[in-house]
C-alpha cells in the first residue's frame, strides 16, 4: 500500500497530538511526510486529556501481553521526551502506593496485595520495591505517612505527563512542519464519506470529511482518536464503535477530579493511597490532583453533592499532605473517560457492513499511557501499510469484543 499524502487526525488530546507529531516528525520518517490535519471542536487537550490523571504506568495489569504494550509505551513516552521538549511535560518522578481493603480501598487493583504485586511486577522486570515506612520522607517529603503503614510499594519509573503544554507543544510542532490544526467549527466533523478505490484513482479509496462551518477536507486516511465522541464520529462511516455509555445513571465512565492548594510543601511523587490518589498539578503554584476509587459520581450527580467530595477529597488529602492546611478547593469536574466495553485499547481499521471502508480507530481508556506507544505503532501501520503484531490483539472486530 503507498503511503497516504493527505492523513486527518480526528481528535486533539494527548493521543491524537502524539499521532499527529510522529507522522510529521522527520526524524522519525523512513519516507515522505503526509501533510496531516488534525480536528477537534475544542481546544486542543481541553477535553478528557485536560482532567486526567495522566499517570504513566503498567501498575495493575495482570494481562502480560497487555503489560508489554504498556511498558513498551513507557519507554516511548521517554524517546518522545528526548525528541519534543519533555522538561515542559515529562515527570518520571516515580509513583507510591499501600492498599488496605479492609479501610475500605475500593480501587480494583487493590485485590492483589502489594507483596504479591511487586513480586509479580519484579519477575516480569518492571521496576518495583517495597521500602519501609523509614525510606518514605526521603522519597516525598511533602507525605505524612499513617502511623499503621509499615512499608509501602515503590515504583521508580512511573510517573505521569503535564497535558497542556505536553499537547501544546507537540501540535506546535506539527504546524511547524507544515500540518495544520482546526478547531470549534472547523474542527467539528459532521460527516465521513468514504470513496471506493475504482472511483477515487487511490489503490485505498479517498475520504471526504465534512465540518460544521460547510468545510470539506479530502484526505488518504482518517483516523479518529476522539475519545468518549468515538462513537458518535465512527457512526458517520456505518461503523459505530460502542463504548461505556457516559450517560447512564451510574456509568462507571464519569469520574470526579478535584484540583486543589496551594500546598506549602510541593508534592512532587504519584502517590496512591486508599483513600485518595494525589499528583502535583502546577509546580510553581503548588497545586495538586486528587481522585479517588470510591467516589462514584455520574453525569447526573447534583452540585451540592459534587461539592461534598471535593471537600472530602481535600480533607483526605490534607491528611496525608500537611502542607494543604490551609489548601482550598480550585476547580472539581467530572470528566468522562472512554471505557471500550471490554476494558482493553481499540486500535485499528474499521469494516463496515456492505460496501465501503471505515475509518481507523483509535480509543483507550489508558490513553495517556498507551499514547506515544500507540502514536508510533499507528504511524508505522499508517505509513508502511505493514500490520504491527503488538496491535492485533485490540482490533476493533476482536472476536471478544462483545
Known amino acids: 500500500m503507498p503511503s497516504p499524502a493527505r492523513i486527518v487526525v480526528i481528535g486533539a488530546g494527548v493521543l491524537g497530538a502524539a499521532l499527529a507529531h510522529r507522522l510529521t516528525d522527520p526524524a522519525a520518517a523512513s519516507g515522505p511526510l503526509p501533510h496531516v490535519t488534525v480536528l477537534d471542536r475544542e481546544a486542543p487537550a481541553h477535553g478528557t486529556s485536560r ?59 487493590a485485590r492483589e496485595g502489594p507483596a504479591a504485586r511487586v513480586r509479580r511486577l519484579r519477575d516480569w522486570g518492571y521496576p518495583a520495591e517495597l521500602v519501609p515506612a523509614s525510606r518514605v520522607a526521603a522519597l516525598e517529603p511533602a507525605l505524612r505517612l499513617p502511623a499503621d503503614v509499615r512499608e509501602v510499594a515503590w515504583y521508580p519509573e512511573e510517573g505521569y505527563v503535564l497535558t497542556e503544554p505536553l499537547v501544546t507543544g507537540l501540535l506546535e510542532r506539527v504546524t511547524h512542519a507544515g500540518g495544520e490544526v482546526r478547531t470549534g467549527v472547523a474542527g467539528h466533523v459532521v460527516g465521513l ?8 484513482g487511490s489503490p485505498e479509496g479517498s475520504w471526504t470529511v465534512r465540518t460544521a462551518d460547510g ?71 503548588g497545586t495538586v490532583h486528587l481522585e479517588a476509587g470510591d467516589v462514584h459520581v455520574d453525569l447526573h450527580t ?32 467530572v470528566c468522562v473517560r472512554p471505557l471500550p466495553l471490554d476494558g482493553l485499547p481499540v486500535v485499528g481499521p474499521l469494516d463496515p457492513p456492505g460496501a465501503g471502508r471505515g475509518p481507523y480507530v483509535v480509543v483507550t481508556h489508558s490513553g495517556v499511557t498507551l499514547a506515544a506507544g500507540l502514536a508510533e505503532l499507528v504511524a508505522a501501520e499508517l505509513l508502511t501499510g505493514d500490520p504491527q503484531p503488538a496491535l492485533e490483539p485490540y482490533r476493533p472486530h476482536r472476536p471478544h469484543r462483545g
Open 51 to 109: 482532567w486526567s490523571l495522566a499517570w504513566l504506568n503498567s501498575n495493575g495489569v495482570t494481562d502480560r501481553r497487555y503489560h508489554e504494550l504498556r511498558t513498551g509505551s513507557l519507554r516511548a513516552w521517554a524517546r518522545l521526551a528526548r525528541a519534543a521538549d519533555g522538561r515542559d511535560w515529562y515527570r518520571p518522578v516515580g509513583n507510591m502506593r499501600w492498599s488496605s481493603p479492609a479501610a475500605g480501598d475500593r480501587d480494583d487493583t
Open 215 to 285: 468545510g470539506a477536507l479530502h484526505a488518504d486516511a482518517v483516523v479518529c482518536c476522539a475519545g468518549r465522541w468515538t462513537p458518535g464520529v465512527t457512526a458517520f462511516a456505518g461503523a459505530p464503535v460502542p463504548l461505556v455509555d457516559p450517560v447512564a445513571a451510574g456509568s462507571a465512565a464519569p469520574g470526579l477530579v478535584v484540583r486543589v492548594g496551594p500546598a506549602r510543601t510541593p508534592l512532587t511523587r504519584v502517590v496512591h493511597t486508599p483513600n485518595v490518589h494525589l499528583r502535583p498539578h502546577d509546580e510553581a503554584a
Open 193 to 200: 464519506e468514504h470513496t471506493a478505490r475504482a472511483d477515487s
Open 302 to 333: 447534583p452540585p451540592d453533592v459534587l461539592d461534598h467530595w471535593a471537600g472530602t477529597l481535600l480533607d483526605r488529602a490534607r491528611a496525608l499532605v500537611p502542607g494543604l492546611a490551609h489548601a482550598r478547593v480550585l476547580e472539581r469536574r
